[in-house]
């Protein structure tokens, strides 16, 4: 296989090597996105694979080849999740030795998944970047095989091999979502489709703190960005890669980026309307529909691929926060309050009457700053149904006289 580049071709091989190991993911038709968004939309469920994510097609074609050239060294690679699983499973399947380096605040369940499949964990580095050199370096002193997530041909290829099953699985689909990270999963997804069929559009999704790959097509060359926190954490790529980036370059029809928001609320949406657990990343497909960022799919077949539910508790737990405060099902109320016995019990009182529910009350009498002396801030954390509510909710209070200090859900006014 060439190293500059990914063909049809090698899809199609790579599809026959992984056959017997990879059973397809579904993509099922989903009812309530098809009324909620006005197109007919499948998802390709990446997320049922047993290590959880799509990386198991790329890791599988790699290792499957190394591990018929019985090559004896073993192979290392660095991740903060997906790919550490996936590598560390097929490289034990395989026979070979994997030594997988991982951030040192990577959650432990990650870390402990890792090694059940077979993987030695190395913690170094406080972010995947410093794990990224960590395990070039150890490649190069201990002569490991260094397998890397997405600019490799053979990672490419395997992970392309989502696009065949597509095909297969629905060969009139319109258009393709797919997430973006470093690319690899987008190229040689591209390639397969673009290969049959270029009338089927492929659309590259992107968080917006840390588009990478967008701004590197802009450029026409890979551009590195300064780190960012995103809920998008699997695709949160500084440096996307110089392979992935030269065949989207020829196959991609468009990117377009979500927001924190877009994402929360649709991770939350996903895992109500369809019962399933999608990480940050693999949300973002949804997320971009849902915002209505993708035109033109009004009545069209549409593909969201859902490319991994791996996803620490806790982050879920907060993402779904986020997600009802995004959807208007959660919001934030500070009142000023006369500081007299029962003003407290009447706010409350209204609030009940408007038919919401409270779930924290914060009462502060010492530190609000600003506030007249006689007077006291109440902060109301409030379980509402949605943006017209807390819109009813809010004038109510006003005209029942309350100074409401902050936009209810948003952060305080200036």
């Known amino acids: 296989m060439s190293e500059e580049t990914v063909r049809f071709e090698d899809v199609e091989a790579a599809r026959e090597r992984i056959r017997q190991y990879i059973s397809p993911s579904p993509c099922p038709y989903s009812e309530l996105f098809s009324q909620r968004f006005g197109c007919r939309v499948y998802l390709k469920a990446e997320n049922l694979h047993l290590t959880g994510s799509f990386k198991e097609r790329g890791a599988c074609n790699k290792l499957v080849q190394v591990s018929q050239a019985k090559q004896g060294r073993g192979v290392i690679a660095a991740s903060a999740g997906n790919h550490a699983q996936a590598v560390a499973l097929y490289a034990t399947k395989f026979g070979i030795p994997s030594k997988i380096v991982m951030p040192l605040g990577t959650p432990l369940v990650k870390v402990t998944r890792t090694k059940n499949f077979g993987g030695e964990v190395v913690l170094e580095g406080t972010n995947f970047d410093d794990a990224f050199d960590h395990a070039q370096k150890l490649a190069a002193e201990e002569d490991l095989l260094f397998v890397h997530p997405f600019n490799d041909p053979d990672i490419v290829a395997g992970q392309g091999t989502l696009g065949l099953e597509l095909l297969e699985q629905n060969p009139y689909l319109d258009t393709v979502l797919i997430p973006i990270g470093g690319g690899g999963l987008a190229a040689g997804t591209a390639v397969a489709i673009k290969e049959t069929n270029p009338k089927i559009r492929v659309i590259g999704i992107e968080a917006e703190l840390i588009a990478g790959m967008k701004a590197s097509l802009s450029a026409k060359s890979v551009v590195e960005l300064p780190p960012a ?77 859902i490319s991994g539910g791996n996803m620490d508790v806790n982050v879920l737990a907060r993402i779904i926060e986020r997600g009802l405060v995004a959807t208007g099902r959660m919001c934030r109320m500070d009142l000023e309050l006369d500081d007299t016995p029962g003003a407290l019990a009447d706010a409350l009182t209204c609030i009940a009457e408007l038919q919401a529910n409270v779930l924290e009350i914060h009462h502060n009498r010492t530190f609000a700053e600003g506030t007249p002396v006689g007077k006291t801030n109440v902060e109301l954390k409030l379980e509402t149904r949605g943006a017209d509510h807390i819109e009813q909710m809010t004038e109510r209070m006003r005209e029942r006289g309350y100074r409401i200090l902050n936009r209810p859900g948003g952060e305080p006014k200036s």
């Open 229 to 305: 926190t995103t809920l998008c954490d699997g695709i949160a790529v500084r440096r996307v890669g110089e392979l992935p980036r030269a065949l989207l370059e020829r196959y991609i029809d468009d990117i377009v980026t979500v927001s924190e928001e877009e994402v929360a609320g649709a991770v939350l949406e996903i895992l109500e309307t369809e019962k399933m657990i999608a990480e940050g990343a693999a949300a973002t497909t949804i997320a971009a529909l849902a915002a209505k960022k993708v035109p033109g799919v009004e009545g069209k077949r549409v593909c969201a691929v």
